[in-house]
């Protein structure tokens, strides 16, 4: 396991305290793997999900250390999302 991917999962699970998130949401990782998000948090993993976020590593760090606005990301075309659009919005915001 990458140790990227699991400094994701702990950074994730520390911003998910601060808010509700009741989706599932995979954030792949361009050559390294995949991260899930649920009502359990977050853990490294490839199960489905409601919304699938891909990225590069570089682009997943910055919107992780807040450097980059998920949103700003994907209208870029740094970030691709595919499924439920609304989840990733709720996301967004649980992220922020």
Avoid: Y
């Avoid at 396991?1 to 998910?16: C, F, G, P, V």
């Avoid at 970030?79 to 649980?94: E, N, P, R, W, Y």
């Amino acid at each position: 396991m990458s140790d990227i991917l699991s400094q994701a999962a702990d950074a994730l699970n520390e911003k998910l305290t601060s808010g509700d998130f009741d989706a599932s949401a995979k954030f792949e990782i361009s050559g390294l793997g995949a991260v899930v998000i649920d009502a359990d948090g977050a853990r490294v993993s490839d199960d489905e999900a409601d919304v699938t976020l891909s990225a590069d590593t570089e682009t997943f760090q910055d919107i992780l250390s807040g450097e980059l606005n998920p949103t700003s990301a994907f209208m870029s075309g740094k970030l691709t999302i595919d499924g439920d659009m609304g989840t990733a919005m709720k996301l967004a915001a649980v992220l922020a």
